[in-house]
């Protein structure tokens, strides 16, 4: 059985950091790309980072060079490294994979809740 447990959510003041941790089970983990999706209210569920088997990264402008992801495959484990926080990055954050290599998936139509874990909350005020 597939299982993703994300951890690390939280509140904060904008400007802020944040690490976001997610454990894996009931998949071969080095064998799979990995991403971290994240959705809002009234907002669609949307990729915000994206590590391949072999390491590469990806991320929308709209946080790179803020977030920074990371894989320990001895783990079974998957980091998101989130600094220079923004109220627009309020959001439940979920740990996803395996995700299909061929076919990168930006926004997802039906959501993100049910797909992968439970997710967790970050939420970032003044």
């Known amino acids: 059985e597939v299982e993703l447990v994300e951890s690390g959510g939280g509140s904060l003041e904008p400007g802020g950091s944040l690490t976001l941790s997610c454990t894996v089970s009931?998949?071969?983990?080095?064998?799979?790309?990995m991403g971290w999706y994240r959705q809002a209210p009234g907002n669609a569920c949307e990729l915000v980072s994206r590590?391949?088997?072999?390491?590469?990264?990806w991320y929308p402008d709209s946080v790179k060079g803020r977030f920074i992801i990371s894989r320990d495959n001895n783990q079974n484990a998957l980091s998101l490294r989130m600094s220079d926080l923004k109220p627009d990055d309020s959001a439940v954050y979920y740990c996803?994979?395996?995700?299909?290599?061929?076919?990168?998936?930006?926004?997802?139509?039906?959501?993100?809740?049910?797909?992968w874990g439970q997710g967790t909350q970050v939420t970032v005020s003044s």
């Open positions: 996803a994979g395996p995700l299909d290599p061929n076919a990168v998936q930006v926004r997802l139509k039906n959501g993100c809740q049910g797909r």
């Open positions: 009931g998949f071969i983990f080095d064998a799979a790309d």
């Open positions: 590590i391949t088997r072999g390491g590469y990264t």
